[in-house]
């Protein structure tokens, strides 16, 4: 009978845990909403580009805020919206789902009035803050 060689059994060992950890890691994430990041691209509801694409870090605002900071459903001013909605590929939770060229706010004011608004009180409270300008989100 062969005698099986300590190394290997912990190098197999070593795989099946590092296979383990990126399985749950990965189930993590799709169950946690979108990808790590996420491209808002205007165009696609206006049929134009006047300044580029925004690279939004889903992943660093998942670290930092809760998920019904961001995703809402109004009604009578209360946030009626369901957590358990928020699922990944769930077109529905996507900001273009309500807002669209025609609603009120429109796509980009929606997007400039929650991110700019959040990043400004963040400064006014003195807290650490994302970008404000223009130029901070759309970089070329």
Request: charged share 25%; glycine share 8%.
């Amino acid at each position: 009978m062969a005698v099986l060689n300590k190394q290997p059994r912990s190098a197999i060992t070593a795989l099946a845990l590092t296979l383990l950890v990126l399985t749950v890691l990965g189930g993590f994430s799709v169950s946690h909403g979108q990808e790590a990041e996420i491209v808002l691209d205007n165009a696609n509801a206006y049929g134009r580009g006047q300044r580029p694409v925004v690279r939004f870090s889903h992943e660093l605002h998942m670290d930092m805020f809760d998920c019904l900071d961001c995703h809402h459903d109004y009604d009578n001013q209360e946030n009626v919206l369901d957590e358990e909605d928020l699922e990944a590929g769930n077109p529905a939770v996507r900001c273009t789902s309500c807002h669209d060229s025609d609603s009120t706010p429109d796509l980009e004011r929606a997007y400039h009035v929650q991110c700019m608004g959040c990043h400004r009180q963040a400064r006014i409270n003195g807290e650490d803050t994302g970008p404000e300008l223009c130029g901070e989100c759309h970089i070329k």
